[in-house]
């Protein structure tokens, strides 16, 4: 073997990890506190129109869901188009300026929202959407700043888990306040208070987050590169990219969210989803073929990649449509008001906590991420199953109390799961690319699901109007007379088997879900062997090229020190530091605390090695001295 790759050692042997993020340890409170806002802020700003929705039937005179559903739909839409866009726009021009950019968006569109009137239905599910595209801007960017802050170990785990945590406990308390000030004062206020909230965000953020400069450098940074990967390519946006995917991915939700109020025979609804589909083969093409930078590294992606987004997809689609129609359930067909039903609810915040927590323990102890994503669908498919089969008058205490206990565990054990499993399938300078590819998925599932299951709830609810002798509407036809606020034992049952067929719907797909995570998870356990295997085959090989780099590094210690000594002298000392070289080897300790160790049978052959080879040197310096 060359002399050069005797002394030149692995890469990642010789740059030690930072230990610290330099920021005093108030500082990391605040800080990590102010970034798990955005996930917590952007769950209680969907809530702000699922919670009371009721008091904005009443306020703009709807009578179907179609048009309460939009203003849910239209919020989570933003949110999944424009995250992976806002996360490029963060890589380019600092993550820090994008955040604040985002809150400062995001309280704008809140205030904005809070001015519509009862006759600005259409203008004010406009102003959700645009309202939708400051977590967009925010999330990403949030999780880059952890990322980049926070060096890899418990600390940057425990962050993530707060911030995951943070979804259910944002999406419990969004929801209570939003009832509470709706009932008591105006639901115009839920969006001023969340406007001036947002505003000091900007502020806070300011002074909080230190800016790229004054960060410390992150643990790749300080890796040894060959000189040609050292200064990286300057980072620069996909405009076409972005335009043909954010027109593909709005173009296919509107038309999935207005088919319900509609009808799918009305001519736009076909030509905006096969338009809709055409910017997306669009967008693959230019990603694939074009993009030097693209927004989603479709060359790197494979098969894996499509299975992970496929229960993400399912499974939170599943999701939203369990969320929206449990509040129908409570408020409209069980008359509870909306702060009551804001509080059955409540308790996804501690099961959300305790579940972001497990997913860290799990992890730690080494569950494959295949069977924690196998889990989360699993909770998926039995929460929405519970609903689907709750008896009207069953006690909140069975059915519906089991359900919300499980929903957060398939919250917070898919979304870590699926960002680890994707991150797999990405180089390391798009690893944060993972985080946001997920969240992507998982809110525009959201809005697709409902978008499916309003179609599906219309005809259940007109089939079954029909069986009860409902009479329809003068005019479209396509929805029965009675209002939302029109109440009889006869139309409570043709709401409640309309609202089934679509939770049905949401059980179908969490069904789906299991069943490619079961695959998939069957599929990775060989894969997890085997990688296994090479693992420890990989570790034996870098033992051993450590090994022989303290051989040749104390053949030239032997070499210089006789050369410079001659003599008697330090004899002792270069036999104790010869076994204490060797022994130093021998369990892989180098002065620092993240070098591996060794283990079993390599361990043992690598100091017998080393071992024999100093008892030489130590043997041939001795003589030199008796002959000096």
């Known amino acids: 073997m060359a002399q050069s790759k005797i002394i030149a050692p692995?890469?990642?042997l010789l740059p030690q990890q930072r230990k610290h993020t330099g920021l005093s340890s108030v500082h990391e409170v605040v800080f990590v506190f102010v970034l798990c806002l955005a996930q917590f802020l952007s769950l209680a700003a969907m809530n702000q129109t699922v919670a009371p929705m009721l008091i904005l039937a009443k306020y703009f005179d709807i009578h179907d869901y179609g048009n309460l559903s939009w203003f849910s739909a239209a919020y989570s839409m933003t949110v999944g188009t424009f995250i992976l866009p806002a996360g490029r726009l963060g890589d380019i021009h600092?993550?820090?300026?994008?955040?604040m950019i985002g809150w400062a968006w995001f309280s704008l569109w809140s205030l904005v929202s809070g001015f519509c009137g009862p006759s600005n239905l259409i203008w004010f599910s406009t102003c959700r959407a645009f309202q939708g595209m400051g977590p967009a801007l925010v999330i990403p960017n949030a999780i880059a700043i952890i990322g980049r802050t926070f060096p890899i170990g418990l600390k940057r785990n425990i962050a993530?888990?707060?911030f995951g945590a943070s979804g259910p406990t944002g999406?419990?308390?969004?929801?209570i306040l939003a009832s509470l000030v709706a009932e008591n004062?105006?639901?115009?206020?839920?969006f001023w208070f969340l406007a001036m909230t947002c505003a000091m965000l900007v502020a806070v953020s300011w002074f909080v987050i230190p800016w790229p400069s004054e960060s410390p450098a992150s643990p790749e940074r300080a890796t040894i590169k060959p000189e040609s990967e050292q200064i990286p390519a300057k980072p620069t946006f996909d405009h076409l990219g972005a335009l043909?995917?954010?027109?593909?991915?709005?173009?296919?939700n509107f038309a999935l969210n207005q088919a319900p109020l509609v009808g799918w025979m009305t001519p736009y609804i076909p030509a905006l989803l096969l338009l809709g589909l055409l910017s997306l083969l669009a967008f693959v093409w230019v990603e694939l073929c074009f993009a030097q930078q693209p927004i989603v590294p479709l060359r790197g992606l494979?098969?894996?990649?499509?299975?992970?987004?496929?229960i993400v997809f399912t499974g939170w689609s599943s999701h939203g449509i369990w969320v929206y129609y449990l509040y129908i359930f409570l408020e409209h067909l069980r008359g509870h008001s909306a702060l009551l039903t804001s509080l059955e609810t409540s308790p996804v915040a501690l099961t959300g906590i305790f579940f972001a927590f497990l997913t860290v323990y799990l992890l730690r102890r080494g569950v494959a991420v295949s069977l924690i994503m196998l889990i989360s669908c699993f909770f998926f498919f039995l929460g929405s199953l519970l609903v689907v089969l709750t008896p009207l008058h069953q006690t909140y205490w069975a059915n519906t109390f089991f359900a919300i206990l499980l929903m957060p565990g398939a919250m917070n054990l898919s979304f870590p799961a699926a960002t680890i499993l994707l991150s797999e399938q990405l180089p390391r300078e798009k690893q944060g690319m993972a985080a946001s590819l997920v969240a992507t998925v998982v809110n525009y599932s959201i809005s697709c699901g409902l978008g499916l299951a309003g179609s599906i709830h219309k005809r259940a609810l007109l089939r079954a109007g029909d069986r009860a002798g409902v009479e329809r509407s003068k005019g479209n036809g396509r929805k029965p007379v009675p209002a939302l606020s029109e109440s009889s034992e006869v139309l409570v049952g043709v709401r409640l088997e309309g609202m089934r067929m679509a939770v049905w719907f949401g059980v179908g797909l969490g069904a789906l879900g299991v069943l490619v995570a079961g695959g998939f998870w069957l599929r990775e356990n060989p894969r997890r062997r085997r990688r296994r295997r090479e693992g420890g085959k990989e570790q034996q090989r870098e033992q051993q090229q450590r090994g022989q780099m303290q051989m040749e590094l104390g053949r030239q210690n032997l070499e210089r020190g006789l050369a410079r000594r001659g003599g008697k002298g330090g004899n002792q000392s270069w036999k104790g530091w010869a076994g204490t070289?060797?022994?130093?080897?021998?369990?892989g300790t180098t002065g620092s605390e993240d070098s591996g160790v060794v283990e079993g049978e390599t361990g043992l052959r690598i100091y017998e090695e080393i071992k024999s080879v100093f008892y030489s040197a130590y043997v041939g310096l001795e003589r030199t001295s008796r002959v000096g």
């Open 185 to 190: 004062l105006s639901w115009h206020w839920c």
């Open 10 to 12: 692995p890469a990642r």
């Open 302 to 310: 494979q098969c894996h990649a499509a299975f992970v987004l496929a």
């Open 94 to 99: 600092g993550h820090k300026l994008v955040l």
């Open 581 to 587: 070289t060797a022994t130093t080897a021998t369990t």
């Open 160 to 162: 993530f888990a707060y």
């Open 171 to 175: 999406a419990a308390v969004g929801a």
């Open 244 to 252: 043909t995917g954010v027109t593909g991915l709005i173009l296919i």
